[in-house]
């Protein structure tokens, strides 16, 4: 479940949210009671931002910014898809595998994503997107000059703005998604400890990191 509320459709005042539940869920379904959008996904994203109707005007037109853009669709879904990729967004991630597939990239350049670095599905121009998102994501904005050049030499500097801009929304978005657990990302925190075998004391393990097991093998 979301960490946050989710608004019943009963209790949505503001106009906007209501078309979007219609929308998304139909005009006779509450989304809380009963989830679940075309795409697969559980939607409990819109029930959640439902609580804040400023927010969610703000995010969604940012979701039209990014569909009106004059970037070429397929490095717009690139990018989109390596941040959730990247950032561990398992929501953002697929949701723009999908996209990806619906304005015509094959299916083994969706699945390259994830190992972009050594896949042979990507041109000059889409690898130096890939990078650049990594080096958005990953690397906290830090963007070689060789990366840089690539996108310069294929691309305006207005498309250039409208990449940066809608990858670093969807980081956002993966983000959020991972901290408040919506949508593919409600699922449990992966690292945690494993257990030890049982007997298996504290001593022992650091004699075992020190000695790599020598120093029991010399006491018994």
Do not use: N
Request: hydrophobic share 40%.
């Amino acid at each position: 479940m979301p960490r946050l509320r989710q608004v019943p459709r009963e209790q949505v005042t503001d106009p906007l949210t209501l078309f979007f539940y219609d929308r998304l869920f139909g005009p006779d379904r509450d989304p809380v009671a009963e989830p679940g959008t075309a795409s697969g996904s559980p939607g409990d994203w819109w029930t959640v931002f439902a609580l804040h109707p400023v927010i969610l005007r703000h995010c969604v037109k940012g979701f039209q910014l990014y569909r009106e853009a004059r970037l070429d669709p397929v490095l717009r879904e690139l990018g989109q898809c390596r941040a959730g990729w990247a950032r561990g967004s398992q929501f953002v991630f697929s949701q723009h595998c999908k996209q990806l597939r619906a304005i015509g990239v094959p299916q083994e350049k969706v699945r390259a994503v994830a190992h972009w670095q050594v896949s042979p599905h990507f041109d000059e121009l889409e690898r130096a997107v890939l990078a650049y998102t990594d080096g958005l994501v990953l690397d906290g904005g830090r963007v070689h000059d060789e990366v840089f050049a690539v996108l310069k030499a294929h691309l305006s500097d207005e498309e250039i703005l409208e990449l940066t801009y809608i990858t670093c929304l969807y980081e956002m978005h993966a983000t959020m998604s991972r901290a408040l657990r919506l949508e593919f990302d409600d699922r449990p925190e992966p690292i945690v400890e494993v257990a030890a075998p049982e007997g298996y004391g504290t001593r022992d393990i650091v004699d075992d990191v020190v000695t790599g097991g020598s120093s029991r093998a010399a006491d018994g």
